[in-house]
């Protein structure tokens, strides 16, 4: 069975740092563009961040340029999303999930974690 985890959400204060992680199990990574998604309360789903399967190489929704990062260990068949500077707007439940079609870019997902809240409250 294909399943991701996410882990790493909680309650931060405006300005913090968190670091969540996505860890696969049924399936290896490698093979898969992965993506981390959000939804914020009465909010639509949307994606905020991809590392494709095959260079590393990584996009970023325009809200979190520059305070997000995205980065995959093959070896730990787990990916993470390293969030600094988090703001109040930020507070929502991310969630990661895979998309194994070469090129697209998680524009084809087929596999999702349940999801890690994250909170950013002072």
């Known amino acids: 069975q294909l399943q991701l985890v996410e882990s790493g959400g909680g309650l931060v204060q405006p300005g913090g740092s968190l670091r969540l992680s996505c860890a696969a199990s049924?399936?290896?990574?490698?093979?898969?563009?992965i993506g981390w998604f959000r939804q914020a309360p009465g909010k639509e789903r949307e994606g905020i961040s991809c590392i494709s399967s095959s260079h590393g190489s990584a996009g970023y929704a325009d809200s979190v340029k520059g305070r997000f990062t995205i980065s995959r260990d093959n070896a730990k068949n787990t990916v993470y999303l390293q969030m600094n500077s988090l703001k109040f707007e930020d507070t929502a439940v991310y969630y990661c999930?895979?998309?194994?079609?070469?090129?697209?870019?998680?524009?084809?997902?087929?596999?999702w974690g349940q999801g890690t809240l994250v909170t950013v409250s002072s």
């Open positions: 049924g399936f290896t990574l490698d093979y898969y563009n």
């Open positions: 999930a895979a998309d194994p079609t070469y090129g697209s870019m998680c524009r084809n997902i087929e596999v």
